[in-house]
């Protein structure tokens, strides 16, 4: 958590009184990582369907079945997402907290609300490209100097906003998701995607950061170029990962800091809950 109170964020970080939506929409068709399952949404009742009884003032109601992965569109993930060697955060074995209903910890149902200070480092911006390409390693030192350039200070608590400019490839499921087939085979010339690397993850594990977040579905680099970014945050650190988000419109208003807010949903057992996030500029 943010230890700075509502009356010291507020005033901080909300001058101009507009806000910038960091989701994208869930609909049938949109990108979903292949070791997802695909979104669907279809009507269980519709207005022409009866009823046994007559309602009042003839009214009729519609209602849906959706199938989706709690990892769809803008998402973030919980704890208990990723394990290294068999465990989870905080040193909880996998096998123990997996159940046929979903996991008993470390659950969507536990990542907590978050209105707290967000920093965002616009990579792309900063190496004045439209986007990084697939395979393209972001690291430490880079965002060390996007940090300068911005003239930002990342501090405990902060949810960390990295754009890699991948956003432009949403309406391309090929592209966006790395042109990866569903066997997950990430490696070949042109497949993966740009990202931050072990040394990246491991510096702002450091700074104490309670989220970081990109607008890819992986947030690290892949293929990899060492050890596993996911552990590193989730497992080894405790700390959240947004992802897919939509960073673009913020970053062309210029402002590198902001109010962020995001609510999960209290999804008991899964792995991770869509999110709509926004920040406050």
């Not at 293929?223 to 970014?229: I, L, Q, Y």
Request: proline share 7%; net charge negative; glycine share 10%.
């Amino acid at each position: 958590m943010n230890d700075l109170p509502v009356s010291t964020l507020v005033p901080e970080l909300v001058r101009e009184n507009r806000s910038f939506d960091l989701s994208h929409q869930i609909a049938p068709g949109i990108p979903v990582f292949p070791h997802h399952v695909p979104f669907s949404v279809t009507l269980n009742r519709r207005h022409a369907d009866g009823f046994a009884q007559p309602r009042p003032g003839d009214t009729r109601f519609s209602n849906e079945i959706i199938v989706m992965s709690a990892h769809t569109a803008t998402h973030v993930d919980a704890l208990g997402h990723f394990s290294r060697s068999g465990m989870l955060y905080g040193g909880v074995r996998a096998q123990e907290v997996e159940t046929p209903t979903g996991l008993d910890r470390l659950d969507a149902a536990e990542i907590p609300p978050f209105f707290c200070r967000a920093v965002l480092l616009d990579v792309a911006g900063h190496r004045r490209v439209p986007a990084l390409t697939a395979g393209e390693a972001i690291t430490a030192d880079e965002l060390r100097a996007v940090t300068e350039s911005a003239n930002v200070e990342i501090r405990a608590g902060d949810v960390v906003l990295i754009r890699t400019g991948w956003q432009r490839h949403w309406g391309d499921d090929q592209r966006y998701n790395g042109g990866v087939g569903g066997d997950g085979e990430y490696q070949g010339t042109g497949r993966g995607w740009p990202g931050i690397d072990e040394s990246a993850a491991r510096w702002l594990a450091g700074l104490g950061v309670r989220a970081v977040g990109a607008d890819t579905p992986v947030v690290e680099v892949i293929p990899f170029t060492g050890d596993s970014v996911h552990a590193i945050l989730l497992v080894d650190s405790g700390i959240y990962l947004f992802e897919n988000l939509a960073l673009d419109e913020f970053a062309a208003h210029g402002r590198y800091e902001a109010l962020f807010i995001a609510v999960p949903l209290p999804l008991r057992g899964a792995t991770g809950s869509p999110v709509r996030p926004l920040v406050i500029v």
